[in-house]
């Protein structure tokens, strides 16, 4: 060691730099550290229980069941012949486990109200990222987006009470209560998820494009018609497919709105049940571990699987939108 | 000197409160390349912009003054704004191609204007493209994604573009900014070949590139144009001081 590296050593004694760490601050850092790892891992945890409880209690139903009951039961008649019945119904003393009406009224619900929503949330959203000058949208969109917040109970019920009683005077539905006045309320939900996600994938757009598009001389709406939407169309379809998976979990709206038959039809003005609304209508009256209350759960595992199905194509759509967005 | 082509008189343009462009009184002359310089935030761009009212999609802008495009006011009221911005072509600092194909980004401005021909279009596609010496790279990849070309390919895409819709002005913001020597270089070239037919004005940060491919160079500096003239007097003989200080690379 020569002169100059002792001289810089025998100054590490009044150093600043060389104070020690108290062995408190390095304690509580790791408290911190394992609050939060906990917290995270907690919720990741209760999903998985949940999921766990859901398919032990639903795959259950299928010892006593069996898979092709939930589609159709075959029942002799008493002249000998065979029928294939699609009927959901439990609590007779025959009982009949098909899903079939209920996916079907499911879908009656769902699907007219995608479409609704399709068209009015698409054109708000084009309208918020497009038209509106920026005060007004700073304005507009939390708006809406706290109309997706309202309580689905409430809708039910103005539905149930008013909507019903209005389309009943102005169309004639064969059932007051029916999978159209359904579909308009769930399009009340719907609109606000599909608006707001059409607004962000519209936004996320670079400027730079429509700059392009009208120093090339197109107007407005060429602009966005031609370049904007279809720079976005996997974040407008990815909203799409969000706001059919929530029109698919919708349990509230359904049941007040609906009317409950478990109709197996296409007309849309009958009464229709949807999957959700059975579980919640019958989950409180069922005995435990009948086959019924089994069969309530193995409903559960089919609309997670949708739904989950559903949530996973928007995710992947919308990282692949966020791919290819950054040039 | 040529035709005039473009005529501001005291051109006025203040973002909100804030006065970006102070009296502009300019001719720019007809198929010659124009230059306009000057350190950053001095309105060059912004100038630009006034020219096919591209500032129009901008709140707050307010424009004062007159600018004449073949003795119409582009300003006056009754002015179709998309028509005006078919006539006049822009080329942006960053390549802004669509998410297309090459060829579906050189026809849709034949497109928006109602061309629908396919050969007409293929015509299209293919004088644009040797315009802007870009269809030995392209011809074969035509129907590939335009974003899959190298960034000074983009660049003379996007001139290729702009060309498409038959515009007798062509505007560039800095088009060459973003690119390396040799695309600069081809870039460079290209406005050479294109003057011939185009009136041209540039936008540059680069004083090199200016002298290299300009008739006419302005000088602007804080929002005033400091200087107009030939660019070989601009860059030798220079009558402003302000404007020998900048081009002798003493601020800016």
């Known amino acids: 060691m020569n002169e100059q590296e002792q001289e810089f050593y025998s100054r590490s004694t009044d150093s600043k730099y060389g104070k020690k760490i108290h062995k408190f601050t390095r304690t509580k850092e790791s408290l911190i550290k394992l609050f939060f790892t906990l917290n995270g891992v907690a919720a990741l945890i209760f999903i998985i229980l949940i999921f766990i409880f859901l398919f032990k209690e639903g795959f259950r139903a299928l010892e006593h069941i069996g898979l092709l009951d939930f589609l159709y039961s075959s029942r002799t008649a008493a002249d000998g012949t065979t029928k294939t019945i699609f009927e959901w119904y439990p609590t007779s003393d025959d009982p009949r486990f098909s899903l079939v009406p209920l996916i079907l009224g499911t ?29 007004w949208k700073e304005f507009l969109k939390p708006l809406i987006e706290l109309f997706a917040g309202i309580p689905t109970v409430v ?64 107007t407005k709406w060429q602009t966005i018609s031609k370049v904007i939407l279809p720079a976005a169309f996997s974040g407008v379809s990815a909203s799409i497919i969000l706001g059919f998976g929530r029109a698919i979990g919708e349990t509230m709206i359904v049941l007040m709105a609906a009317g409950n038959a478990a109709n197996i039809t296409s007309n849309i003005f009958l009464s229709v049940r949807t999957m959700t609304a059975t579980i919640a209508a019958e ?20 609309l997670f699987t949708i739904t989950f199905i559903l949530n996973l194509i928007a995710e992947i759509i919308i990282n692949k939108m966020r791919k290819k967005n950054t040039f | ?44 761009s912004t100038f630009l912009r006034v020219l096919n009212r591209m500032n129009d999609l901008i709140d707050n802008v307010k424009i004062e003054g007159e600018v004449s495009v073949d003795g119409v006011n582009i300003y006056d009221k009754n002015i179709d704004v998309v028509n005006l911005r078919k006539n006049i072509g822009m080329v942006f600092q960053k390549s802004n191609l669509f998410p297309k194909t090459i060829y579906e980004n050189i026809v ?32 074969d990849r035509l129907n590939e994604n335009a974003l899959s070309l190298s960034g000074g390919q983009q660049q003379r895409l996007c001139i290729a573009r702009a060309l498409a819709v038959e515009p007798e002005i062509i505007l560039m913001d800095e088009p060459a ?26 936008v540059t940060h680069n004083m090199q590139q200016a002298a290299r491919v300009s008739d006419m160079t302005a000088f602007f500096y804080l929002g005033e144009l400091i200087e107009f003239d030939r660019t070989t007097k601009i860059f030798t003989n220079p009558s402003k001081k302000q404007t020998e200080d900048y081009v002798t690379g003493r601020f800016g």
């Not at chain 1, 479409?115 to 005060?135: D, H, Q, R």
């Not at chain 2, 270089?185 to 540039?202: F, G, M, N, R, S």
């Open chain 2, 1 to 44: 000197m040529k035709e005039i082509k473009i005529v501001t008189k005291d051109l006025n343009l203040y973002y909100g409160n804030k006065q970006a462009l102070k009296n502009i009184t300019l001719n720019i002359p007809d198929k010659r390349v124009t230059a306009f310089i000057g350190p950053s935030g001095c309105g060059k």
């Open chain 1, 107 to 135: 879908l009656m619900t769902a699907i007219p109200a995608t479409i609704i929503s399709t068209i009015f949330g698409v054109a708000a959203g084009i309208y918020l990222s497009e038209v509106a000058n920026p005060k």
């Open chain 1, 155 to 218: 809708i039910g019920f103005i539905m149930l009470v008013i909507g019903a009683s209005f389309f009943n005077d102005l169309l004639h539905p064969d059932n007051r209560l029916n999978a159209f006045v359904a579909s308009i309320g769930l399009s009340f939900v719907i609109i606000p998820v599909i608006a707001s996600l059409t607004e962000d994938a519209l936004h996320s757009i670079p400027n730079d494009l429509r700059m392009a598009s009208y120093g090339l001389g197109a």
């Open chain 2, 108 to 139: 849709y401005g034949p497109k928006i204007n109602g061309i629908n021909d396919k050969k007409t279009l293929n015509e299209i596609v293919e004088r644009t493209c040797v315009q802007s010496a870009i269809w030995d790279e392209v011809k």
């Open chain 2, 177 to 202: 900014s973003a690119l390396d020597p040799i695309s600069t270089a081809k870039i460079e070239e290209l406005i050479h070949d294109l003057k011939q037919k185009y009136t041209i004005v540039i």
């Open chain 1, 283 to 302: 989950m409180g009256e069922v005995s435990q571990g009948s086959d019924h209350y089994y069969s309530l759960f193995f409903i559960g595992i089919v």
